[in-house]
């Protein structure tokens, strides 16, 4: 992070720590956002990516770090005199407005004159495709309509930073999914920089120029989604970003980075990381190879033999369940929708098998 | 078809006290009321229909006066009210929590534990001449002699803010409830002030409330008789004190009944009128008390 005295910064978080008594809701966590950047922080609830978000607000306030927009400090700086929106989890349109005066508010609050701020609310109004909204009220619009406004709202004040806070949360799923690419797309063609927080993997993955995984206060990886997916730095990330296989054993010999672990359920697999006394080993799904004969999976270091216990249609992202020996849990695997395995069945006998580089080992 | 006649005999049933509540005590009095209000002592014991009461209110200034400074001063006190009430209902809505909140409306309520009339003497006493307020005054130095402090129109306001205020705090913090948190946020975030929010966000969503508390507060103080009377004394001239005369001192019914119509006229007339200026419906108001 100390580049950022030299390249153009949106956001600096610097050192910053939040605690309630003597719990560290935030802790001691430092990141920075380039502009123009999608940034996600990632989490589960009640990791303290909302009081982080709050903080970047002004909403709360660091107990100590620094908080930088553009490089200056927004210490002491209220609320209301941030150069950053916020998109609110519940959206928070105003109920006794209009959608054209919830977009205006901003700007009268600003001294903008009413004429002009209502004609630049009906101007933002129609970028975000919802021309001629204007009188309408915020109650009568659907869900994905509110969303809109609720950005727009930000948006019209061309803000430094948009903040938002799981605003996809409320919607139904087939929605949710739209208004990802929607969202990402307003983002593009604003070239405002989002910071953007959420428990739902997917939401960052599919959105995020960086995503960044927060556990108990602190920032466990900061990284492209590729990154986090593919070469997770520690087994909190291998475990929250995407499904994984994971299981617990004893590093029996390490070189070079390649590590065999014995697991408590007796099999020893091949794999990449660090070979720590306790360790976990963690596969992804789709990096396990399934053949129906011995002969295929030849040159993978690791080659178990099992049977289906359960098949779980979901479309493409179809698996199945392999009980296999030396394994506590069943082996999870992709089930390919063509080919010869499309059609099985619980019970049929099958080979598995994956290189050692797509199975990451940590220290437990 | 047969469970018919069974059907509208418990409907009937069930509707019975509240259609006697509201017969006997309410439309009955006030038929009889308006009725008598009509009548007219053309000699000793007879009595001809026509307008004379009415007629007796508009010439005689006394009477008309009395009824302009009544809906002025409730007007007055109702304004008070809402004012002194906002930020109490402000404060026990959004900023106490759990136990406190329940101390504050309990605390807020506690008065209403004794009479009205109980109340007012406890004015009293600290108000008269030799009461509580003057003794200290003296005490202090800031009074060289007695200071009379009941008996004057601030006094009455005095009481009559104090007796309302528990009836605008009650439905101002249901109201002030029910907003929720991040859209204040949302208010501050976009760059609000603290009173573009109070303006824009805090009042247009307390507005039912408002108007709530406001009809409660302005018909009670217009229909007071203890309060003016204890407090105001001679001064006092309170409506309600000239319909008192009429049906007790002089024992003209007549009189009395028509100026009770006109006060239920007034009240209505302003009530009505407030809702129009405030653009809110009798329904949602209701809804908030």
Known sequence: MAASSHTATDL??????????????????????????????????GCGKTT???????????????IRIRSKSMIGVPANRRPVNMVFQSLALFPMMSVGENVAYGLTCRGVSRAEAEERAGRMLERVGLKGFGERRVTALSGGQRQRVAIARCLVLEPTLVLLDEPLGALDLKLREHMKIELKQLQGTFN????????????????????????QGRFEQVGSPRELYHSPATPFVASFVGETNRWQGQAASASNGAVAVRLSSGAVVQGQGSGAAQALAFVRPEAVALAQDQSSLANLPNRFEGRVSAVLFDGAASSLLIDTAGFAEPVRAVLPQAGPLAGIEVGAPIHVGWTADAMKVFAA | MIAKPAQSLTLFLLLAPALLWLGLLIVLPHVEILILSFSERVAPRVYAFGFGNYLEFFTEPLYWRTFARTAFMSILVTALTLVL????????????????KAMLLLLCLLPFWVSELVRTLGWMILLRETGVISYALRAVGLASQPVELLYNDGAVILGLVYGGLLFMIVPLANALESLEPAVVEAGYDLGGSRWTVLRRIVIPHAMPGIVAGCIIVFMLTVGNFATPVLLGGKNGLWFTEQIYAQFITRFNWPQGAAFGMLLLLLSSAIVWLGLRLTGQSLGTTLKQA
Not at chain 1, 17 to 41: C, L, N, Q
Not at chain 1, 52 to 66: K, W, Y
Not at chain 1, 201 to 213: F, Y
């Open chain 1, 12 to 45: 600096d978080i610097v050192n910053v720590t939040k605690r309630f008594g003597s719990h560290a809701a935030v802790d001691d966590v430092t990141f920075s956002v380039a502009p123009g950047e999608f940034f996600s922080i990632l989490g589960p609830s």
């Open chain 1, 52 to 66: 982080l978000m709050r903080m970047i607000a002004g909403f709360e306030h660091p107990t100590s770090g620094d």
């Open chain 2, 85 to 100: 009430a906002f930020p109490i209902a402000l404060y026990i809505a959004r900023v106490a929590q759990g136990r406190l």
């Open chain 1, 192 to 215: 405002t920089t989002f910071a953007y927080i959420t428990h739902d993997q997917s939401e960052a993955l599919v959105m995020s120029d960086r995503i960044a995984v927060m556990n």
